[in-house]
């Protein structure tokens, strides 16, 4: 009796991510949301799950929704029982995406981050609330069509790219590991500021209760008179950086010299300021940073320079003006003089005669009136100079958190963690997860791709959290890249040492996981049964 010929299937670190979807029961909870698949060849949680694997092969190319991507790969192990590749096509994923929409991404997905959240038993102290832009390489839909749909649209482009039509992807994450519990697709040219007030009005509350987070964290975009507002009502405890455009937070910072700082931690130093803006009693932290501070020292001569040359411009304008009296010069100087940041002037009114006809007037010719010009010389005071020193490096963090309890430390440390949304959005536009163009026509489409992406980001995110703390939990190590044990790999690392982990399929009936290294047994029998199950 012959053998047949023995073959592979790739595994690799796919089996992580399939092992915390089924951990979690993602599959399950997607279906008893969406119900069954009219082909009824695979569920919805299946498809969705299969495009989770897709986006977090790390292939270097974009998301593809067809089946050639899954030919090599162990679909009975990963996805489940029966699973052929043909069945993961373009049809059945446009399906799939068409039913995400018309459930509505945004609850679904916060169901999905509640979940998670519950599962790994993280009790954040903050949400992180920003937004970042993919471009699309397509045209812009009619703004007509749907008023439902986002709309693909130019607007202010986070890649660059303003050129492009693109669309805007609102996140909030908490702050332990950077899991989004909460995904809000929003048109192309939306506003930061619209935008956060439409999330802070319709969602904070249900996130609030079901996260039973202290704070909402927020950039600038957030500081707004309605949305602040409407927090203090809800009893949403905040923390948000304050517009330095604002006039209160100009007249904080002229006064920063004046002040006495207190040093914090990691070369910050602040000073407490209590103010109403908004209806909403807060406390401001103004904080100088010694590194911004000297980045900024690098580039402040050059600004000087740039606002040098712009006064010289505009007085050489103004010198040119001919006015009726001597008066409205005045007046015009002196509005001059307000505009001008860095530069300041030793101006005067002149008279200037005024004759008739064109040329050189005759001798003991009179003058038929009297204009006036303004004349001087521009300077920058050192004072300006030493001034603008002084107020590099600042920046103000505001809170309606008015106990003492909170101190200056904890407010800077909780702001500062505002940097694991924009962990996720580096790593949602990496080139090896995803480019940050989006190539499908429909924007309802669109939408349930970008809900897709951040499923995507919170299975990388928790999976990373996951390992991290099952190897302290069970006193294990994993080696880093100097081969060095450590306890915080990072879930690339991890994914990038699974590489080359095989299925030989030798008969019908026996199966063999090939190139198994101990490194790979310490994080799959750290993880448990799920991985085990699909490693072994």
Not at 373 to 387: C, E, M, N, V
Request: charged fraction near 25%; hydrophobic fraction near 35%; aromatic fraction near 8%.
């Amino acid at each position: 009796m012959t053998m047949p010929n023995p073959f592979t299937k790739t595994l690799e670190h796919h089996g992580l991510v399939a092992g915390f979807c089924h951990e979690i029961q993602l599959v399950d909870l997607i279906d008893r949301k969406l119900g069954q698949s009219n082909d009824r060849t695979l569920s919805f949680g299946q498809l969705v799950l299969a495009m989770v694997i897709n986006g977090l092969g790390f292939t270097g190319r974009t998301l593809h929704m067809y089946s050639e991507y899954f030919k090599d790969k162990p679909l009975e192990r990963l996805i489940g029982e029966g699973v052929k590749a043909e069945q993961i096509n373009d049809d059945a994923l446009g399906r799939c995406l068409d039913k995400l929409y018309e459930f509505g991404v945004s609850s679904l997905y916060q169901d999905l981050g509640e979940t998670v959240v519950s599962h790994l038993g993280l009790g954040g102290e903050s949400l992180h609330l920003d937004s970042t832009s993919f471009h699309y390489d397509g045209q812009s839909n009619d703004v007509d069509d749907d008023v439902n749909t986002i709309h693909i649209a130019k607007g202010y482009s986070r890649d660059h790219r303003p050129d492009l039509n693109q669309v805007v992807l609102n996140l909030i994450c908490e702050n332990q590991s950077g899991i989004p519990v909460y995904m809000k697709p929003a048109s192309g040219n939306c506003n930061d500021m619209d935008g956060f007030k439409k999330i802070v009005k319709a969602h904070v509350n249900s996130l609030k209760a079901a996260q039973r987070c202290r704070y909402l964290v927020g950039d600038a975009a957030l500081y707004v008179q309605e949305s602040l507002s409407h927090l203090q009502q809800i009893n949403q405890l905040f923390i948000t950086r304050v517009p330095q455009t604002l006039k209160e937070a100009k007249t904080l910072i002229k006064l920063a010299p004046t002040l006495s700082f207190t040093p914090l931690s990691s070369g910050y130093e602040g000073v407490f300021h209590e103010c109403e803006y908004g209806g909403v009693k807060q406390k401001w932290l103004l904080v100088r940073s010694e590194q911004a501070a000297k980045r900024e020292t690098h580039t402040l001569s050059k600004r000087m320079h740039k606002q040098a040359e712009q006064a010289r411009k505009s007085f050489k304008q103004l010198s040119q003006k001919i006015f009726a009296c001597e008066g409205d010069a005045q007046k015009s100087l002196e509005e001059w003089k307000k505009k001008q940041i860095l530069c300041d002037v030793e101006g005067q009114v002149e008279q200037v005669p005024a004759f008739a006809g064109k040329g050189r007037p005759k001798k003991n010719e009179n003058p038929i009136r009297i204009d006036y010009q303004i004349t001087g010389r521009l300077f920058t005071p050192l004072a300006r100079r030493q001034a603008a020193l002084e107020q590099l490096g600042l920046f103000i963090i505001a809170t309606n958190d008015m106990s003492e309890a909170l101190t200056m430390d904890k407010m800077l440390s909780t702001y500062k963690s505002q940097q694991s949304v924009e962990k996720g959005f580096r790593f949602l536009k990496s080139p090896d997860f995803l480019t940050n163009a989006i190539f499908l026509k429909k924007p309802e489409r669109i939408e349930a791709l970008l809900m897709v992406m951040t499923v995507c980001l919170m299975v990388y995110a928790a999976l990373e959290h996951q390992i991290r703390k099952q190897l302290v939990e069970q006193e294990q190590y994993f080696p880093d890249m100097k081969y060095k044990p450590h306890q915080k790999p990072t879930a690339r690392w991890v994914f990038q040492c699974f590489q080359g982990i095989t299925i030989m399929y030798i008969n019908q009936d026996t199966e063999i996981v090939a190139n198994l290294e101990d490194r790979n047994h310490t994080i799959i029998d750290c993880l448990g049964y799920h991985y085990q199950k699909i490693y072994s």
